[in-house]
């Protein structure tokens, strides 16, 4: 199932909605679970606060998502107003203000590799815990236009990732327990300004403006159940099989798979709950797949000197989480 934030094209942005999105048509749902009740298909009272924004659907998952599921099934036989095409709608990201953003780093390949174009030893503490920092969680977007600002231009990158989003409140839960807290997962660009972030690193305190003007999400948010095909579990946690893969302007040039995590989602969240409540709603991205970078690629020598200009498309594809493109308009204030 895939579920959306989105509004309808010309509208407020203050007018979005939540919904399904199957066969290229979108249903609300709060419009939808009208109809299923009135149809006898659901119970007669459903709060209204499973539908007033993503967040608040997954606190209330446990009613809100059987709800919608039924309603999917019963896709072939919703009135025609009650479905959008997609082309009269805009996706959203499903999350527009998670509850809170962290971003790992969890494939060895990606920091093997930079760290070697950057000529300097594989830094051993990578393998004795799961890092992550915090990122701007009020400056995420979806798919469609990304609007950038000079400086951040400079050197633009985008990261190809996977995030998930946190689905029951929970803290010290070990790595093999950890999974079940998982809500649902969703593709992540984790934007980066290579020339700020390099600037400000040398002081010691990680990503802050080279990171912190964009991350897009989307365009879908699957549960985790619906990925159950694609999952296998080891000592480390769960591994999902998904295929990632990148293009910047039609041309593909990133291509790993969500499986060769290092550190798995649930280590992730292990060290991330240790001590602190997480919440339903808070997102963590996966950090960047082996290859899923310029950054990585220039340094590779596999691309040369390659950037993200104004007016170019990146698009990045994930098996089962759909395809979030982006095209970077440059704003020079």
Known sequence: ???????????????????ICKDDSVVSLKEGFKWIQDQGLAPSHISSEVTENMVRFIEHSESGLPAARRLEASWADLPKNLTYPLSEVQLLSPIPRPTSLRDGYAFRQHVETARRNRGVPMIPE?????????????????????????????????????????????????????????????????????????????????????????????????????LAQFSSRDEKGERLDLSMKAWVNDKQLSEGNLKDMTWTFAQIIERASYGVTLHPGEVIGSGTVGTGCLLELNGSKITDNLWIKNGDTVALEVDGLGRLENTIKEENI
């Open 1 to 19: 199932m895939n579920l959306v934030t989105f509004q309808q094209k010309g509208q407020d942005p203050s007018q979005q909605t939540i919904g």
């Open 126 to 226: 990578f393998d004795e815990f799961p890092v992550f920092y915090f990122s701007n969680h009020l400056a995420v977007s979806g798919p469609g236009e990304l609007k950038v600002q000079t400086r951040a231009m400079e050197r633009l990158d985008f990261e190809l990732e996977v995030g998930i989003v946190i689905g029951k409140e929970c803290r010290n839960v070990k790595a093999d327990k950890a999974d079940e807290y998982i809500f649902g997962y969703m593709v992540m660009n984790d934007w980066s300004a290579r020339a700020l972030q390099m600037q400000e690193m040398k002081l010691n305190l990680g990503p802050a403006k080279g990171k912190d003007f964009s991350t897009t999400l989307g365009p879908y948010l699957v549960p985790r159940e619906d």
